[in-house]
């Protein structure tokens, strides 16, 4: 938080059980001092719901429809949880679930700048945005967010940047600007740790809520890490 500034949004990824740590356990800690928390999955989101977290959260993962009896319907219904689009017929379905529900779905575009990893295509990307940001009815898309994932930000600071670049084209494009209050975000631990430039608005960051970076990457300072292993010899 210190090097990002207070001006500057934190997401938290705790995917896969918070990295082995116990998502549950760790979220409410985190939380205090996250904007966001993101996980894969809408069970990953419904654990921390049902365990009261109140910090909102983003589901990475495409998802097209949720049950009345999820943990995650009370999330989306008071505008908690966020999800990502991840292309055209992902927001129809989308637009869909909003309107059987009679409820605005806070949602992120996720854009593909060249890492192939889910996200609409950069060419789809403007017509996707610009659908979200029609004015809603009784139920419909708000848009928080816009995303993209950088491929090799540990050692490639040309590849990285021209990803930054690639993102920057799609929002320069869109007739209607963003809402200032919209995240954008695409940096990952290592890019957060090395460039300022690539923070944005918002960083999402999973290693580095550990206390933690990739081999390769100088730690900030007074970085510890979260967790240390112990064991001892069997007699």
């Known amino acids: 938080r210190n090097h990002i500034g207070l001006q500057c949004g934190l997401c938290a990824v705790m995917k896969a059980d ?3 740590l116990g998502a549950v356990r760790i979220a409410p800690r985190v939380g205090r001092i996250a904007d966001l928390l993101s ?8 654990e921390l719901l049902a365990a009261g977290m109140t910090t909102p959260i983003l589901i990475l993962a495409p998802v097209h429809s949720i049950d009345r009896f999820h943990p995650v319907y009370r999330g989306l219904s008071s505008g908690l949880v966020h999800l990502v689009v991840h292309g055209e017929d992902h927001l129809r379905a989308l637009q869909s679930l909003a309107g059987r529900y009679g409820m605005r779905l806070n949602v992120q575009v996720k854009i593909d700048t060249g890492l192939h990893r889910g996200g609409c295509e950069r060419d789809d990307a403007k017509s996707l945005i610009e659908t979200i940001q029609q004015p809603l009815r009784k139920g419909g898309l708000q848009l928080t967010g816009i995303m993209t994932h950088f491929i090799s930000a540990v050692h490639d600071e040309e590849l990285t940047r021209l990803q930054h670049d690639r993102l920057d084209s799609v929002l320069r494009s869109l007739a209607t600007p963003i809402s200032s209050t919209c995240m954008v975000h695409e940096a990952n631990t290592a890019a957060m740790v ?10 999402r960051v999973g ?6 970076v990739p081999h390769g990457v100088k730690p900030l300072e007074g970085f510890q890490p979260v967790v240390s292993w112990r064991s001892r010899l069997a007699p």
């Open 18 to 20: 918070g990295y082995g």
């Open 207 to 212: 290693l580095a809520w550990t206390g933690t």
């Open 194 to 203: 090395q460039w300022n430039w690539s923070h944005r608005n918002m960083v």
């Open 39 to 46: 996980v894969y999955s809408p069970d990953e989101a419904g």
